[in-house]
C-alpha cells in the first residue's frame, strides 16, 4: 500500500477527498477503502458491460481487505439512470445492510457514477461514495465535483444533489476497453479544461494529440491530472457553481439543444460539446471577444480529434428555442460561456437572437 500515493486531494474542508490516478490502481481499491476506514460492507454498482471487465478484479480486491461485498447491476444505458432504479438500488442497500460507514462505490462511467451517486447520497440521508470512473469523460469530469442525479422525464439530471466522494480512484489503463468513439467524446470535455482555464495545457494537447488517442499511459494520466487538478481548483471556489464553475459549461448551451433536438440519439454527449464550442468561439469572435486566430487553433484541434464540429440539416430557429427553454426552466436567462483567450473564458447573457443565429448557421450545414 505505501506504493500508492494519491495524485490530488480536493480541498472542501470536512469533506476533502484524494483522488488516487495511476496504472493498475483499481487493484488497491480494497486496501484503500480499508485505509479510509470504510465498511465492513460495500455495494459495488456496475452495469453488464463495465463487469464484465472489471467486477472481478475490483471485487477481490474489495474482498481481499476483509469487506462484504454485494453487487447491483443495473442495464446498460443512460434510460437506467432513473428513480426507479434507484429505488431497486436502496433495496439492494438495504439487502447489503448498509450503514453510514459503508460506502456504495459507483464502477462505470458517468451514468453508473451519477446514479449510484444519487443513491450514496440520499440513502440513510448520505453514505460514503467511492468513485472509480471507468469512461474518459467520468475520469475527467463527472467523478470529481459532487454533483449526482438521475433524469425525469421531462429532462436530464433534474433530480439530483451535491454528495462530494470520499474517494476516487481513476485506472487510466481501463480506458483501454472503451470504445474509440467514446474516449473521442470524452476529449471534448478534456480540450474544454485547456480553452477555459490553461493555455499551456491546450499547446499540450496540441503537441500531444495523437499519442493521447493511442492511449499512451503516460500522456492521458498526465491529461487526466491536470483535468482532474483543474476541475478540483474550480469546485473549491465554487462548489454550488454560483460563479466560477458555470465555466465548465462552455459548449453546452448548444449542446444539449443539439442532444435534444436529435432526441438524444444521433450524438454523444460530448460530441454535441465539440459542437457547442465550435459555435461558442465564433460568437466569441463575432462579439470581439477572442482572437480569429485561436478560434481556428480550436477549431484544428477538434479536427484532429476527430470530434464533430458541424451538425447537418436542422432549423436553427428551434435550436434556439431549445435553448431558450431549458434555461427558462431553471432560472430564467440564458448565459453563454464564451472563450476570451486560450486559458481564460467569461460569461455573458443577453446576446441578440440575431447573432446567436447567425454563429447557429456556420455550425449547420444543408442536407
Ligand atoms: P456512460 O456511462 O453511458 O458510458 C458510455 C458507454 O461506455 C456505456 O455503454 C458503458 O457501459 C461503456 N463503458 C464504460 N466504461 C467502459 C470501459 N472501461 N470499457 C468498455 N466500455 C465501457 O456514458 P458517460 O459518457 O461516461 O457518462 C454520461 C453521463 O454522465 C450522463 O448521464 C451525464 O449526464 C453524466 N455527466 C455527469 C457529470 C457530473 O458532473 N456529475 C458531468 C458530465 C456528465
Ligand atoms: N460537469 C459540470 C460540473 O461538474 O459542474
Known amino acids: 500500500l505505501n506504493t500508492v500515493k494519491h495524485s490530488l486531494m480536493v480541498n472542501l474542508g470536512a469533506n476533502s477527498y484524494p483522488i488516487y490516478i495511476q496504472a493498475g490502481v483499481l487493484e488497491h481499491l480494497g486496501l484503500l477503502v480499508q485505509q479510509a476506514g470504510l465498511g465492513p ?21 474489495l474482498e481481499a481487505a476483509g469487506l462484504r461485498v454485494s453487487v447491483a447491476t443495473v442495464p446498460d444505458g443512460e434510460e437506467y439512470k432513473s428513480l426507479e432504479w434507484a429505488s431497486r438500488l436502496y433495496d439492494a442497500a438495504l439487502e447489503a445492510r448498509l450503514d453510514r460507514r459503508s460506502p456504495v462505490v459507483a464502477l462505470g462511467g458517468g451514468v453508473i457514477g451519477d446514479l449510484a451517486g444519487f443513491v450514496a447520497a440520499t440513502y440513510l440521508r448520505g453514505v460514503p461514495l467511492i468513485q472509480i470512473p471507468t469512461t474518459l469523460l467520468a475520469q ?23 454528495h462530494q466522494p470520499a474517494l476516487v480512484l481513476i485506472d487510466p489503463v481501463l480506458l483501454r476497453t472503451l470504445s474509440q468513439r467514446e474516449y473521442i467524446a470524452g476529449m471534448a470535455e478534456v480540450i474544454k479544461y485547456g480553452v477555459i482555464w490553461d493555455g499551456d495545457f491546450f499547446a499540450y494537447l496540441e503537441e500531444e494529440i495523437a499519442r493521447a488517442l493511442q492511449l499512451d499511459t503516460e500522456v492521458t494520466t498526465r491529461v487526466i491530472t491536470r483535468c482532474c487538478s483543474i476541475k478540483a481548483k474550480i469546485v473549491e471556489q465554487d462548489e454550488r457553481e454560483y460563479g466560477v464553475r458555470t465555466l465548465l459549461n462552455l ?9 435534444a433536438i436529435t432526441g438524444y440519439q444521433a450524438y454523444r454527449h460530448g460530441e454535441a460539446v465539440a459542437i457547442g ?15 480569429k486566430s485561436d478560434c481556428e487553433r480550436l477549431n484544428q484541434l477538434l479536427t484532429r480529434t476527430g470530434l464533430p464540429m458541424t451538425i447537418p440539416g436542422v432549423d436553427p430557429n428551434r435550436l434556439l428555442e431549445l435553448m431558450q427553454h431549458d434555461k427558462k426552466v431553471l432560472d430564467g436567462t440564458l448565459r453563454w460561456v464564451l472563450p476570451r483567450k486560450l486559458g481564460e473564458a467569461g460569461v ?20
Do not use: C
Request: aromatic share 6%; no cysteine.
Open 348 to 367: 455573458v447573457s443577453q446576446l441578440s437572437d440575431d447573432l446567436v443565429l447567425r454563429s447557429l448557421r456556420r455550425i449547420i450545414l444543408d442536407r
Open 140 to 162: 475527467v469530469d463527472s467523478s470529481v465535483g459532487g454533483k449526482v442525479a438521475v433524469n425525469h422525464p421531462r429532462g436530464k439530471n433534474l433530480i439530483g444533489a451535491f
Open 251 to 259: 459548449g453546452h448551451t448548444v449542446g444539449h439543444a443539439i442532444e
Open 41 to 61: 460492507n460495500v455495494l459495488l454498482v456496475t452495469n453488464p458491460t463495465v463487469g464484465g471487465y472489471y467486477l472481478v478484479p475490483a471485487q477481490r480486491s
Open 277 to 291: 464550442m465550435v459555435a461558442a468561439g465564433l460568437l466569441a469572435v463575432e462579439l470581439g471577444w477572442w482572437e
